[in-house]
């Protein structure tokens, strides 16, 4: 009993702030900048009149988005420069790739890969896939399940560390990238 008097806690002052702030930004109880993005941005209403800020026809963009999209290469160092409509998680921070290999025999792995998906999942049916940000900017809520899939997959190996520093190095560039592109 004193554990969930706890949690509420901790939860009910952050769902407080979050309505005060959605009531105070948008005159209602609700977050609605989504879907008043899309009626303003050329990419939304105009582009797709039938479809809304959600719809199944988003997915494969934001799939391929989160997946496969590479940086865009130049001929200078640091010889990348984030692509402005997103890339793949992998090529932002590759030490997510560690999440891959926490013990699949266990319940909390599927958990966690389940909690993810289902947190990813409505993000990939958004019709804007984050412009101009590093990386995919609807998987951000995912980091905290792949943080611990990676704790559960972290074997302290020369492997594991590299691809933590280059996960560091890797932002430091994007981010650097990102304020001083042209």
């Given at each position: 009993m004193?554990n969930?008097?706890k949690l509420?806690?901790?939860?009910v002052p952050?769902i407080?702030?979050y309505l ?5 930004r ?7 900048a989504?879907s008043?993005?899309?009626l ?5 209403l ?5 479809l809304?800020p959600?719809?199944l ?5 934001n799939f ?8 865009q290469?130049?001929?200078r160092f ?6 402005l409509y997103g890339?793949?998680i992998w090529?932002?921070s590759?030490a997510f ?5 926490a013990?699949?025999?266990?319940k909390?792995?599927w958990l966690?890969?389940l909690?993810f ?8 049916l958004v019709?804007?896939?984050g412009?101009?940000?590093?990386g995919f900017?609807?998987a951000?809520?995912?980091?905290p399940?792949?943080l611990?899939?990676?704790?559960r997959?972290?074997?302290?190996s020369?492997?594991d560390?590299?691809?933590?520093v280059?996960?560091i190095i890797?932002?430091t560039?994007?981010i650097?990238?990102l304020?001083?592109?042209?």
């Open positions: 004193l969930r008097l509420c806690a901790g939860i952050a407080a702030v005060w702030y959605a009531h105070e948008f005159g209602g109880w609700i977050d609605t989504l008043r993005w899309y303003v941005d050329p990419a939304g105009r582009a797709h009149p039938a809304g959600f719809s026809h988003y997915f494969s963009v391929w988005t989160v997946m496969f999209a590479p940086p290469w130049i001929p640091p010889f990348f420069t984030p692509h890339q793949a090529t932002v590759p790739i560690l999440a891959l290999m013990p699949w025999n266990l909390e792995t966690y890969w909690a998906a289902l947190v990813l999942g409505p993000a990939m019709y804007n896939n412009q101009e940000q590093f900017r609807y951000i809520m995912t980091y399940f792949l611990l899939l990676m704790a997959g972290w074997a302290n020369q492997l560390r590299s691809l933590v280059a996960s890797l932002t560039l994007g650097q990238g304020r001083y592109q042209s």
